[in-house]
């Protein structure tokens, strides 16, 4: 069983920046794919960003390319969705994930963590 803890969601305004964390724990947490969805109400989870245990193989969504930056530090074995300009259409509940690899991470089907509420102000 790997646990994900997720921290760093708030309310900001457009324009400004913010960075999430999550954590894992539990079996092979450390050796796992970990990525971020996102989700709005009334539509479904969107990937928007994971990353390889090695951060050799990064993915982005279109959306957020150039502005989310994703990183881990395997030390701490926690993930970082660093999110910079960012705009109202980027307020969602955002989820961190884990799975094997990040192909995995993008299908959806592995460990989810609780989610953190993002709100971006215009």
């Known amino acids: 069983q790997v646990l994900l803890t997720e921290s760093g969601g708030g309310l900001v305004q457009a324009g400004d920046s913010l960075t999430l964390s999550c954590t894992a724990s539990g079996r092979r947490a450390n050796t796992l794919a970990m990525g971020w969805f996102r989700q709005v109400p009334d539509k479904e989870r969107e990937p928007i960003a994971a990353?390889?245990?090695?951060?050799?193989?990064?993915y982005y969504a279109d959306s957020v390319k150039g502005r989310f930056t994703i990183t881990r530090d395997n030390t701490k074995s926690t993930a970082y969705l660093n999110m910079t300009n960012l705009k109202p259409e980027d307020t969602a509940v955002y989820f961190c994930?884990?799975?094997?690899?990040?192909?995995?991470?993008?299908?959806?089907?592995?460990?989810w963590g609780q989610g953190t509420q993002v709100t971006v102000s215009s």
């Open positions: 990353i390889s245990w090695s951060s050799e193989n990064i």
């Open positions: 994930t884990a799975d094997l690899v990040v192909e995995y991470v993008k299908s959806g089907l592995g460990h």
